[in-house]
């Protein structure tokens, strides 16, 4: 056949999600797996991600947690809080929850963990750590000295914005976490994401609060 006259076929387009973009949908869950020992179970790889923005608490976000006039994304599809009562001095508290280096003796699913700045965490230290053997690094925002902390935890094309504040109160120290999940990946399995980022911050701040009063001779008293 003359070559003006052949014709080519074109192939079919394909229309099935790449490795990469499945990777990109499911690596919240995978995160969360290493915080939360109930977390389903998903493979994925995490690759090194881009910085998150903090976000300036707007006039009446009583309903957030706030340091220093930060807060989690409110317009994120995908937030979670949770609280426990710790009884033990709010000095262990912090020091548990700064020490990032230490995070390993109490909370070894995202460890190995490391503050790559040195001195006394504050706004831009840098830490990596590792929830199932994968290294994600988060860069701290801002702090304020035994009362809160708020950094970024970006995730293969997820903003995360996860803040800790603690309070003292009748009877010990109220820890709460709270985090915000904005990006296409959390949006393409809202249920999903919230209920892994849900178990995650609980089993977190649980635990704390575990050590916290093992370390003070209270344990026993985990909260619901």
Known sequence: ??????????????HRTTEKENDAMKSPHRLMQGVAVAAVAVATTLSVPSVASAHQARPGAGAHQECKGVTVDQSAPVISRASVLIKAPVRTVWKLHTDIDAWDTWIPEITPAQKKTPGPL????VFEWSPQNMKVTSTVTTVRQGRCTAWAAPVNGIDGVHLFTFKQVRGGVL?????????????????GNQAALDTGLKD???RLKTTAETKTGCAGHQDK
Not at 122 to 125: A, D, I, K, L
Not at 175 to 191: K, N, V
């Open 1 to 14: 056949m003359p070559a003006d006259t052949m014709h080519i076929t074109p192939a079919a387009p394909d």
């Open 122 to 125: 504050r706004p831009g230290s």
């Open 175 to 191: 820890a709460t976490t709270e985090e915000s999940w904005a990006g296409a990946p959390a949006e393409a399995d809202i249920p």
């Open 204 to 206: 977190w701040v649980n």
